[in-house]
């Protein structure tokens, strides 16, 4: 167990909906990634918090938003859903001091 | 050209066997090595963590990172049929996001 939850643990809707995943960091750690994990794509980078603040964004599609809380957990927003976006999504957590990312259990989406 | 590649596999090893997975990668700028093991689509879990050129050893793993040739490598000594799993390189530079592999999937036969 590596100290990161994440809810729910399977998503199934439907083309257009919305879903909001959510990630409750490893006790301590600041930062928080999410990731998307496809068959085709394998894993991918989408966006980082660091103590409520965004740090980095990778491929992330302008449907998709995320927010890190002043407790430190955070949510991934997906709207607009496609068929395209039915995957895995991890999050990790971490430290600057020491750059490990942990993982939660990850959530999987299928859009029907 | 992705930034990092790595050997989907599969790969099938007899129990007890030492098993090597590599990965290369073309960013000069990494620094930070990791290996992650993945059953069937759950959570990723760090094995191994290294910084730098170098070797690092924990029990039956060994994390070999050679900076000049931009390859690192995971040894597997005396696999067992638990060691059965996806197998990912990811490496980054201090706190930011990591560059995965594709992941190696392992299977040791008993």
């Known amino acids: 167990d590596s100290g990161v939850t994440q809810t729910p643990k399977h998503l199934i809707t439907a083309t257009g909906q919305r879903v909001t995943l959510r990630c409750s960091p490893r006790?301590?750690?600041?930062?928080v990634y999410w990731y998307q994990q496809s068959l085709d794509q394998g894993l991918q980078f989408l966006i980082q918090?660091?103590?409520?603040?965004?740090?980095a964004k990778g491929n992330i599609l302008e449907r998709f938003s995320a927010q890190q809380f002043p407790d430190l957990h955070s949510e991934l927003n997906l709207s607009s859903l496609e068929l395209g976006d039915s995957a895995l999504y991890f999050c990790?957590?971490?430290?600057?001091?020491?750059?490990?990312?942990?993982f939660g259990p990850g959530t999987r989406l299928t859009v029907l | 050209q992705k930034e990092v590649e790595q050997d989907p596999g599969p790969l099938s090893v007899p129990e007890g066997a030492i098993v090597s997975l590599n990965c290369t990668y073309s960013?000069?700028?990494?620094?930070?090595f990791m290996w992650y093991r993945q059953y069937s689509r759950k959570g990723p879990e760090l094995l191994m963590y290294?910084?730098?050129?170098g070797n690092k050893e924990d029990g039956r793993f060994t994390a070999q990172v050679d900076k000049s040739s931009k390859y690192i490598s995971l040894f597997i000594r005396d696999s067992q049929p638990s060691d059965s799993a996806t197998y990912l390189c990811?490496?980054?530079?201090?706190?930011?996001?990591?560059?995965f592999g594709q992941g190696t999937e392992l299977s040791v036969k008993p």
């Open positions: 990790a957590s971490g430290t600057d001091a020491y750059n490990e990312q942990f």
């Open positions: 006790s301590g750690d600041l930062s």
């Open positions: 918090y660091y103590n409520g603040e965004e740090r």
């Open positions: 960013n000069s700028a990494f620094q930070y």
């Open positions: 290294t910084y730098s050129s």
């Open positions: 990811a490496m980054n530079n201090q706190g930011g996001k990591l560059i």
